[in-house]
């Protein structure tokens, strides 16, 4: 999943594809390096960002949302507005990936939960935050973390199935960097089989955060390429689905070369097989 922040203060591309113009290059960009699929934001969620109006967030995604839903790829729309919801499933968006995991509501009273409960198709991620983003890093979970997000993401999903909503359309995501500390980020990454067990794909979202600038010493989100691609492998070998990623060449080419050796391993445990 490649990102697309048209946004002025995203904490590792803010403002640089902050225009309708410049956001759908970089989509179609993102997919020449072989992104599958493409989440567009017009919110930044970093730690202390401010909240964004409806307004502004409407007239930031939905000119890219209407040109992006002809590039023939997934759409995803990060937002946690049910009114941006509503309106870029109109326009064709596919997936509906939302931060506060469809606990909020417009200014009518509409349920996020109620808007998607009522596309016929759409895919949503619902993602585990602590707090919100103002003070999540202020004030970040306290003690091992994988239970009480295993516990939330559970009631979220169940929360979708009550409303009718099929179980293939649901992805979990454990939201690294949103009100947890670096060793509990690692926690969660060593325990994705605790999340996986409650039956849903799931999405992480490792990409350039400041747990990877802690590990290798980088302050600079752009210089965290290395580790962001080693985080995304490592996902993935412990059984992610999705990848949500800045820099995709870098981290396509690391997948082809696991998902080689994967291939050479069946062949060669096929081959010792056929011997025996």
């Known amino acids: ?32 390096q072989g992104a599958d699929m493409l989440d567009i934001g017009g919110e930044s969620t970093r730690p202390g960002a401010p909240p964004v109006p409806l307004e502004v967030e409407l007239q930031r995604v939905l000119p890219v949302v209407r040109a992006a839903v002809r590039l023939g790829v997934p759409i995803s729309v990060d937002t946690y507005k049910p009114e941006v919801m509503a ?15 469809l606990r909020r509501c417009s200014a009518d009273g509409r349920s996020a939960e109620a808007v998607v409960a009522a596309h016929p198709s759409c895919g949503v991620c619902l ?15 306290q003690g091992p973390a ?22 293939e359309r649901i992805v979990l995501d454990y939201g690294i960097g949103f009100g947890k500390t670096v060793e509990q ?18 999405l992480a979202g490792w990409s350039r955060k400041s747990t ?3 590990l290798t010493g980088q302050d600079e989100a752009a210089r965290r390429v290395g580790a962001s691609v080693a985080a ?12 949500r990623v800045h820099d995709v060449e870098p981290t396509v080419q690391a ?3 696991w998902q080689a050796v994967q291939t050479a391993q069946r062949n060669q445990a096929g081959r010792e097989a056929t011997r025996a």
């Open 1 to 32: 999943m490649g990102i697309v922040n048209v946004t002025p203060d995203s904490f590792s591309d803010g403002g640089a594809h902050a225009d309708a113009a410049a956001a759908l290059r970089h989509a179609e960009a993102l997919l020449a």
């Open 127 to 141: 993602m585990h935050m602590h707090r919100q983003p103002q003070d999540m890093q202020v004030q970040p979970m």
């Open 87 to 101: 309106a870029c499933l109109d326009l064709g968006a596919d997936i509906i990936n939302d931060v506060w995991a």
């Open 146 to 167: 994988t239970l009480a997000v295993v516990a939330f993401l559970a009631e979220r999903a169940q929360a979708l199935r009550a409303r009718g909503v099929a179980r």
């Open 255 to 257: 997948l082809r070369v």
């Open 232 to 243: 995304a492998l490592l996902a993935v070998q412990r059984g992610a689905r999705i990848v």
């Open 212 to 214: 990877l600038g802690r």
């Open 185 to 202: 980020n690692l926690e969660l990454l060593v325990r994705q089989d605790a999340i996986l067990a409650l039956g849903y794909p799931l």
